[in-house]
């Protein structure tokens, strides 16, 4: 792992992850910049999953068809654009424009840079390197959230200009750095042998599940949590809250060489039990003003930070390489979709509902690592680390080559 991190395709990947979070972070935080009546705080986060759905639906059907180099070398451009139109006359469209085509480039950024890697790095050192690179989507968010919190005070109109110049900057370094990755030689082997049908692991519908599961559990908490929590009830702390959150679980990730050694079922039984109990401990203190508050904020965020790495990495991790992006982008859509029903119903309940709903968002974690940890004990027989159970179809073969 420690030669691949002085690669050049790992940083061009880990720039893309910190580009990928910065930009989600802007998208929240440009609506700070005029006045708005309360409906359009709630359009603005219901705004930016979906314009990452758009992203994520677009990155994983493109990924597989057209490859992924070319999906990575186009995505700097979106977040360029997207970065200058925040910088045009503000009103209430310009935002939304802004917001949603930065969210539509992320998504499909992400899914291919999460699909690259998972066929890029050697099996020995590939889920190490997943976390240290998901951990730059920690570090985007301590950067936006550390940003705003020193422009903040030097008015909107230079909280504005620096929290978008960078990412503009950043684009144009990320584009450079990517022109010297190569094609995915897995994607490039699956589509010359031209396999209508790839094989799929056993307990594949099992599989599914959880990730999805897994997914939303993560976005809807750490979105509700970090964005959510401040700008629906806690205006004065918002700030505060989004830094502290970030900032602690990007120091969680920092420990990705270690956290990459331990089974992924372990992490998300023990990650998301904990997880579960951090939220119910949040949830007590209710306000910023309880002693406790502060205290529970940092667990969460760290735990969170856990069961990130594990999940993101579990959701890339099973499905053949031609298919791959597809399959990444469906479990990312269903998420986020469901994260929209979250926020719609959180979006004029009281204090006491919302933190309910966060709490409940984690504990859909832990009822999916259950279910993998009785999945892969019971069901799987293994022998040297391959199971014994048959592959299934998704459908008929129409080739006899195998890949």
């Known amino acids: 792992m420690q030669l691949f991190w002085k690669t050049r395709a790992f940083w061009a990947l880990a720039l893309g ?33 979906l314009g ?28 360029l654009l997207g970065s200058l139109l925040l910088l045009s006359p503000v009103s ?19 899914n291919t840079i999460l699909v690259y890697t998972q066929e890029l790095v050697p099996p020995e050192v590939r889920r190490q390197t997943l976390y240290a690179e998901l951990n730059f989507v920690n570090l985007g968010g301590v950067a936006l959230a550390g940003l705003a919190s020193v422009m903040g ?74 964005y959510a929590l401040g700008a629906e009830f806690f205006p004065r702390h918002f700030h505060h809250i989004m830094l502290i959150s970030t900032l602690t679980a990007f120091a969680v990730g920092l420990t990705a060489r270690w956290l990459g050694r331990i089974p992924a079922k372990h992490i998300l039984v023990a990650g998301y039990g904990l997880t579960t109990l951090s939220g119910w401990a949040l949830a007590q203190t209710r306000t910023p003003a309880h002693g406790g508050f502060w205290p529970a904020l940092i667990s969460l965020s760290a735990l969170t930070s856990v069961t990130y790495l594990a999940e993101d990495t579990f959701k890339v ?40 709903i966060m709490v409940l968002s984690w504990g859909t974690g832990l009822a999916a690592a259950v279910m993998w940890w009785i999945a892969d004990t019971s069901l799987f027989e293994h022998q040297g680390g391959i199971s014994r159970l048959p592959v299934v179809h998704w459908r008929r073969r129409r080739s006899k080559r195998r890949p």
Do not use: C, K
Not at 92 to 110: E, H, K, Q, V
Not at 345 to 353: F, I, K, P, Q, S
């Open 17 to 49: 992850l910190f580009l990928n979070a910065y930009v989600y972070g802007v998208a929240a935080l440009s609506l700070e910049w005029i006045p708005h009546p309360r409906w359009f705080t709630t359009l603005a986060l219901l705004w930016s999953p």
């Open 317 to 356: 991790d099973a499905w053949p390489s031609a298919v791959r992006g597809r399959f990444v982008a469906l479990v990312r859509i269903i998420s986020l979709l469901l994260y929209v029903m979250v926020v719609l119903a959180v979006g004029r309940a009281r204090l006491e509902r919302f933190l309910t």
């Open 92 to 110: 209430l469209l310009t935002p939304l424009l802004a917001a949603g085509l930065l969210m539509i480039t992320a998504g499909i950024d992400s």
């Open 52 to 79: 990452l759905s758009v992203g994520i639906a677009l990155g994983g059907w493109l990924s597989d068809h057209w490859g992924r180099r070319l999906l990575l070398l186009g995505a700097p451009v979106g977040y």
């Open 153 to 226: 005070n030097w008015g909107p109109t230079m909280l504005r200009l620096a929290t978008t110049l960078l990412p503009a900057i950043l684009a144009a370094s990320s584009f450079a750095l990517r022109q010297a990755l190569p094609e995915s030689s897995r994607w490039e082997q699956e589509r010359r042998t031209r396999i209508v049908a790839p094989r799929l692991p056993a307990l594949f519908p099992i599989r599914l599940l959880t990730a999805i599961l897994f997914s939303f559990s993560n976005t809807a908490g750490f979105s509700l949590m970090t």
